[in-house]
């Protein structure tokens, strides 16, 4: 079968078994995938301190969109707070959303940028939609630390 076929054809015309080791789809790094505009939305959601960034890349199975940037915030307020941030930032690059969903219920904000799709969740909401088991066949963009949350803390430690 083609390399290339999409799932769907590949579902629909299954081939014989093939004695292999299933090796996941190994994690593209941030510089070589992600244009600016993604690593604007992901920097401001990291001064907005978002919870557990996730960049999932659809090019190879999704028509509609290249990337899922996911957030999560704690609270209603912080959410906002986060979808705010991004929406500033990528306006001030010259990039308007296409269409921002849910901004007054702030359980899942949801910022359309055509290349990319920005899914601001309120932690409870995060896991009951849990994108990234719905979108599982994506590879998922490895972030650099101080991206994640991952890196030295910027409040003072007391001695």
Do not use: C
Request: aromatic share 8%; proline share 4%; net charge negative.
């Amino acid at each position: 079968m083609k390399e290339n076929s999409t799932v769907k054809e590949q579902s629909l015309r299954p081939q014989p078994a093939v004695k292999s080791q299933a090796q996941p789809a190994p994690a593209a790094s941030a510089a070589d995938e992600l244009d600016e505009r993604v690593l604007a939305a992901l920097h401001a959601g990291s001064e907005k301190k978002a919870i557990d960034p996730v960049v999932l890349d659809l090019r190879d199975i999704a028509s509609f969109t290249d990337f899922f940037v996911i957030f999560s915030g704690a609270n209603e307020r912080q959410v906002q707070a986060i979808s705010d941030a991004v929406y500033e930032q990528l306006k001030k690059a010259g990039e308007a959303a296409a269409r921002v969903e849910g901004y007054k219920t702030a359980e899942w904000i949801l910022l359309d940028y055509g290349d990319f799709v920005v899914h601001v969740f309120e932690q409870k909401a995060r896991k009951f939609y849990d994108l990234e088991r719905l979108w599982r066949e994506s590879k998922r963009v490895e972030l650099p630390a101080e991206l994640t949350g991952a890196g030295p803390s910027s409040l003072r430690k007391e001695s």
